[in-house]
């Protein structure tokens, strides 16, 4: 089955740095394309940044914009979020996504806490 993992949140001081990993399995992941989600509590969750799956176009949202990278390995099945330049209100939940076929699939999420 579609299993996605992420790791590599905490707790960091405004102007940190920190890079999240999405782990994958059950499917291909290397056709698919990627993206990363957060949610603060009370909020939906908005898109942060999205991967494609050829050519590894990305995207992102206009507050994570020079500050944010995502990245994949296809060999590894796994995608990335370097997190640089930090702020207090880049605290919350980071969730990984995938869209296969007629399938919405989430990671449990991965809490990020920028504060000092």
């Given amino acids: 089955q579609v ?7 905490g707790l960091v001081q405004p102007g940190g ?10 499917f291909t992941f290397s056709m698919y394309a990627m993206n990363w989600y957060r949610q603060t509590p009370g ?6 940044a999205g ?6 176009s ?11 990278t995502i990245s994949r390995d296809n060999a590894k099945k796994t995608v990335y979020l370097q997190m640089n330049s930090l702020k207090p209100e880049d ?3 980071y969730y990984c996504y995938t869209r296969i076929g007629w399938g919405d699939y989430w990671g449990q ?4 806490t920028v504060s000092s």
Wanted: proline letters at 0%.
């Fill in 58 to 68: 990305t995207n992102y949202a206009d507050s994570v914009k020079g500050r944010f």
């Fill in 43 to 48: 909020k939906e969750r908005e898109l942060v």
């Fill in 109 to 112: 999420g991965t809490q990020v």
């Fill in 51 to 56: 991967i494609t799956s050829v050519g590894g």
């Fill in 91 to 93: 605290t919350a939940v």
């Fill in 17 to 26: 740095s920190l890079r999240l990993s999405c782990a994958t399995s059950g």
């Fill in 3 to 9: 299993q996605l993992v992420e790791s590599g949140g």
